[in-house]
């Protein structure tokens, strides 16, 4: 175990520190203070000083979590100079990377020196611990979330300590932190699973509702990677296909990848949701637009050019995780809602599948999942939206995304998740005080 040297810390510490948001806004603190350590040892010094002062402790990464799952009134620990690739180990195919490396910088690296990971998000401005902790994912009919390819990680917990966790060493805690909550303790770094570069040819199509969800099983079984939006208030559904191929490397063109995904999934959208907001009879006529303004288009690149994309738009985010099988009637559900209610939704619902995993708060533990994603604009009404398609996944057994809206509490998690008394368990253990507790923590966790 690291032992503190005896000299005094040189984390920064913001004495008045402004308030905090999270980048939809919709999340705002006050910490008593806010402070950025830069080295595992000054982290360590961190937690200890909180626990002397009886004040929480939170780590924020990005902020693109929807909850109030990084708020704290007490220590906010910013991980922007806990950054960069610790090591590489080609032998094992894994990456250690430092908590508050982006996942932008992490998929350049790895790309530099011809490694990828193997599946991700389609976003990249979070930090890895950020992402991990509230089970961000991607799509796939074999590969996992981000989550499901850690091999080791390292946790500061209540006392300043360095707990090491992998498979093999306490395997109880790293089957509870990868997807940690933020509520064990602070990641200070973490290990990825890597493999050699490859390439994804993807394929984007239009399709209709009847069409897609008619074939959703094929497309399903016979793709890596596979998603589509459903944009309401039309039949419209765009899709995408992301397949491992030998090449060659056939990129978009800096122009039309400016065009398509800046000018008009970004400026464009951008301009209309605003219109949307102004005037809500717009919407429907609007959504008509935004469903027909990408064509069909293919190309071929390394993975996180085809995984990711930009999102400069702000919205509000529901997701729940459903049994994979029950994904279609949960769907259909949740557009015979939207198309009997008077509501009026100006963003795509979005569709993702992931195989099971072993984590034990994962969205995915022990179970094939598909994921529905249901977003407003910032700024527009969602409460009754959200309200109406929380009740539909909640009905088809829905395990909601950690970092993105939802009412649910610890009774109702007891029993969506098998193991959730193993995880409290693990937290007892490691934080009976709970001094990475927070109001969201006791209510999703309970006391």
Known sequence: MDTLRSDAPQHRTNPKPDTWRNWAGNVTARPARVVS??????????????????????????????????ATDGVLIRPDRLSGIRAIDRKAGTVTVEAGTRLRTLNMALAAQGLSLTNMGDIMEQTVAGATSTGTHGTGRASGAISAQIRGLELVTADGSLLRCSATENPEVFAAARVGLGALGV???????VE??????????????????????ELHAHNDHFEFYWFPHTDNCTTLRNNRT????????????????????NNVFQALSSVGRAVPAAVPAIARITSQGLSARTYTDIPYKVFTSPRRVRMIEMEYAVPRAAVLDTLRELKTMVERSDLRIGFPVEVRT????DITLSTASGRDSAYIAVHVYRGMPCRRYFAEAERIFVAHEGRPHWGK??????????????RFDEFRAVRDRLDPDRRFGNAYLRRVLGD
């Not at 350590?37 to 693109?64: Q, T």
């Not at 990641?187 to 699973?193: D, G, I, Q, R, Y």
């Not at 992931?354 to 995993?357: C, E, G, H, L, Q």
């Open 37 to 70: 350590p830069a080295s595992v040892a000054e982290l360590r010094a961190v937690v200890r000083r909180a626990a002397e002062d009886g004040l929480p402790v939170k780590a924020v990464g990005s902020g693109h979590s929807f909850t109030t799952a990084a």
């Open 187 to 193: 990641v200070s770094s973490l290990t990825f699973a």
């Open 196 to 217: 050699p570069l490859f390439l994804l040819a993807a394929q984007e199509e239009p399709m209709t509702f009847d069409k897609v969800t008619a074939v959703f099983d």
């Open 246 to 265: 030998v090449g060659p490397h056939a990129p978009l063109g800096r122009l039309k990848a400016w065009f398509a995904d800046e000018f008009l999934s």
């Open 354 to 357: 992931t195989p099971a995993d």
């Open 405 to 418: 809206l939802h009412t649910r509490d610890a009774a109702y998690f007891a029993t969506a998740y098998p």
